[in-house]
């Protein structure tokens, strides 16, 4: 039997209607195929749960503080989309009981994203909370009702708030709210609107993400026409810079750079808020994660794999009874290396050397020294007794930090046959 994993994704690729912006892996008007969707994920859960076995316990409390490793983190379940919310609360229960045998319900953190156009009502999130999905995150995207008009969603900003205002009822405590800034037509106004709306609500989790124009997407090929003018650099770095100021003035500490959570008066610098989603925290450390459903991805080092994307070709390949990956990738030791730095280093914590060590099996120092001196010496990186970690200046120009580790890797053969995973 192959070594448990602690994090898992389940992809549910069908929307009511897909997005101007996304490029994700869904699929709208194919409400007729997710009982058999559903009944497919499960045969695929089953047999990871033949292969991996079952999760260990979630850590003790008190475990996230720094340095931050791996083994902090609680095991977690996160339903994403498309919009799992789509399902009945029937489906949603028989894809959890298949999941609860690779990662236990009872002591992970699971996440569902949610539409609040398609949430049906307060009894359907009382549901869900008692299926025992802990945490929950709404797509809102903005809270000015024509520029959703023009993204393709299917809510107003009104019933965006009335959705989250059912969840707290619901009994939900754990709500992160999603926003994109640098949308078609967004002012810097407007933009401010929305984080002093935001502030009011008072969620416990915030992400903000900047517009990405896809290729292929219609909202790429509308700004590309010129029919749709979104704004320049300069305006969409203004309106972070904003909402940093805000949020934190706000009391919300920001634990990476398109996140933040509600943040405790004992909290400390090299600690992660309480309210951080340790699924994606999974991500940034570079952590191995099981990926299931149409499209998902999964990391094993030394391999990472994605399925099929369609979901008639999804459903046929588990009816056939093998597991639906599409393409496995081989994973080297320099991989490891950069991609737990580039992936860390979004943390406002950093990449601790003990995380290093844990996760890649070597010093950091000796595999990046030189680079980490070079990046203090300009100022964007900060390295201190615990770890290193970007500067605000370094995370405005993060990129640049991240290409640094990638052109200038140390190591040596001399090393490579101590590498542990």
Do not use: K
């Amino acid at each position: 039997m192959m070594n448990p994993v602690r994090h898992l994704y389940i992809h549910v690729p069908f929307c009511q209607r897909r997005c101007a912006y996304c490029d994700f892996n869904t699929y709208a008007n194919l409400e007729h195929r997710i009982a058999a969707y559903v009944e497919a994920l499960c045969q695929e859960l089953d047999s990871y749960a033949r292969q991996l076995g079952r999760a260990p316990a979630a850590p003790p409390e008190g475990t996230a503080a720094a340095p931050l490793t791996r083994a902090a983190l609680r095991p977690t379940i996160f339903l994403g989309g498309g919009t799992p919310t789509m399902l009945s609360l029937a489906q949603i229960e028989r894809v959890l009981q298949a999941a609860d045998a690779i990662v236990p319900l009872a002591e992970a953190e699971v996440t569902t994203e949610a539409n609040p156009g398609t949430v049906i009502d307060e009894a359907y999130l009382r549901g869900l909370r008692s299926l025992g999905i802990n945490r929950i995150s709404f797509g809102v995207q903005t809270f000015h009702d024509p520029t959703l008009r023009v993204l393709g969603r299917i809510h107003t900003a009104a019933e965006a708030i009335a959705t989250y205002r059912q969840a707290l009822r619901a009994g939900f405590t754990r709500i992160n709210l999603d926003f994109i800034f640098g949308l078609p037509g967004q002012t810097l106004a407007q933009w401010t609107q929305t984080l002093d709306r935001l502030i009011d609500l008072a969620p416990e989790h915030v992400s903000l993400y900047s517009l990405i124009l896809e290729p292929g997407t219609p909202l790429h090929r509308q700004v590309t026409s010129g029919s749709v003018r979104v704004p320049d650099d300069d305006t969409t770095a203004a309106m972070y810079e904003l909402a940093l100021e805000r949020l934190a003035a706000a009391g919300y500490a920001q634990y990476e750079i398109s996140n933040w959570a509600r943040a405790a008066a004992t909290s400390g610098d090299q600690e992660l808020p309480a309210g951080a989603c340790h699924h994606n925290v999974a991500y940034w450390l570079n952590a191995d994660y099981l990926g299931c459903g149409a499209g998902a991805h999964g990391h094993r080092y030394p391999q990472r794999w994605h399925n099929v994307l369609g979901v008639e070709d999804y459903i046929a390949a588990v009816r056939q009874g093998r597991l639906p990956i599409a393409e496995t990738s081989a994973l080297s030791e320099d991989d490891l290396f950069e991609e737990t730095m580039l992936m860390g280093l979004r943390l406002n914590v950093g990449v601790s050397y003990a995380h290093f060590r844990e996760r890649c099996g070597h010093d950091l120092r000796a595999i990046y020294g030189a680079t980490i001196d070079e990046l203090v010496e300009l100022g964007l990186l900060t390295a201190d007794a615990v770890g290193v970690r970007l500067t605000p200046r370094g995370r405005m120009l993060g990129n640049e930090v991240f290409a640094r580790f990638l052109r200038e890797r140390t190591t040596s053969e001399a090393i490579r046959p101590s590498l542990r995973t």
